[in-house]
């Protein structure tokens, strides 16, 4: 398995930065492919075309939005519903058999400066079926609920932090089978220290317990579930893998509520890569998400398929990448982006008027970097529409220059993925949004 069409060595650079460890810039100093699943990948800005996107403020049917409670309850709707249709794909709601079992209710840990909580989310009234283990630290000593991190990871929970107390996991193996975490693919640290010292609790799940990611995979996760009678794939309009992680973030935050520690209009969430798209539509779709980080989302996610750059909808959906993790309606795109109902800067869009932040890496030319730029620009009168701070300004800025307002964009030198410092400034943003403490 591999991330965003990238090789062993540089999925191995992002896992290891997933967590706040570095990331090394070599993961981009390789020339980029110039072709990739036999389709061509452009990097020369010069090629990018001309392109016009669809108006974030504008009803399909030509009326202009003038003010917050139309977005709200017309063009939100609206634009919902056309990425469920043609990207995403449809998801369900919460499950009526879905239940908690809190089998760690609030052990000390991490030399004292925590309480341990670990949740397993049965999806369905069969405990042998699709379940998510839940790992979550609140700071010690904390006198009142707490706002909180969420993590959507790669590797399993005993995998993600460095702590003997959490119940061992499993993963998905290279041959398609759960495996003991400890013998699997794992990629990356989760660094809870900083988080906790600042009065920001953290909480992590592993993706792979909702869905597999791998073509064929649905059998073994939660879409099984809601398969008619006779039905072995969901229909062309019905959620991917992304959709189903994302619905999955949900589940953890219909737990979260119920949880006395964690204020849950106070939770954010963060994902690396596909993970990262998959925050975005979890932020889009469920509004309880208080502020989303998005970490190297690129095509699918923040980057603007109508600007040929970098990866392309045509490579996401090449039958030998990633089809199963969109709706099947969005192979239909593949050749013709233009002809797309929407584009990033509407996803982005959604989110408001929540805090978001977009992170990458100027060497991440796969991700198209600047694309996700300029989709946060194209989003920003949604944001002052609600009397919200924007970008500001629509000049890209250089590596190494954040710009942390209702919206943020932040770009280190290198490629894809994190470093540390990107974590620090992660915290800085938790803190302005989720203000501990308060």
Known sequence: MCCCGRGPVAWAL????????????????????????????????????????PDALRMADGTPVRDSKTWETKRRPEILRLFEENQFGRSPGRPAGMSFDVFDRGTPALNGTALRRQVTLYFSPDKNGPQMDLLIYLPAGASKAVPLLLNLSFSANSSTVDDPGIRP????????????????????KLNVA??????????????????????????NGVRALYLKPGQTEPAPDEWGAIAAWAWGLSRAMDYLETDPGVDAKRVAIEG????????????????????????????????????????TIAHLTAPSRYPYQFAANYQKFAARPDQMPVDANLLVALIAPRPLLLQTGNQDFWSDPKGEFLAAVAAG??????????????????????????????????????????????????EMHLQPGR
């Open 381 to 430: 009168p949604v944001y002052r529409l609600f009397g919200k701070q924007d970008l500001g300004t629509d000049q890209w800025p250089a590596a190494g220059e954040p710009i942390l307002h209702t919206m943020g964009y932040l770009m280190h030198a290198g490629g894809h993925g994190t470093i540390p410092s990107d974590w620090d400034t992660f915290l800085k943003f938790a």
């Open 14 to 53: 992002l896992a290891a930065s997933a967590g706040g460890l570095a990331a090394q810039s070599q993961n981009a100093a390789k020339p980029p492919a110039s072709v990739v699943a036999g389709i061509p990948v452009n990097y020369d800005e010069a090629r990018v075309g001309t392109y016009t996107l």
């Open 194 to 219: 900083p988080f906790l010292a600042h009065g920001i609790g953290v909480a992590t799940v592993y993706y792979g317990d909702i869905d597999p990611d791998f073509a064929g995979g649905i059998p």
């Open 272 to 311: 690396v890569s596909r993970l990262g798209k998959t925050v975005l539509w979890a932020g889009a779709r469920d509004s309880r998400f208080a502020a989303v980080i998005a970490s190297c989302s690129g095509e699918g996610g923040a980057a603007l398929s109508r600007r040929n750059y970098g990866e």
């Open 169 to 188: 996991g499993t993963v998905w193996g290279r041959d398609h089978k759960r495996v003991p975490a400890a013998s699997g693919p794992n990629f990356g």
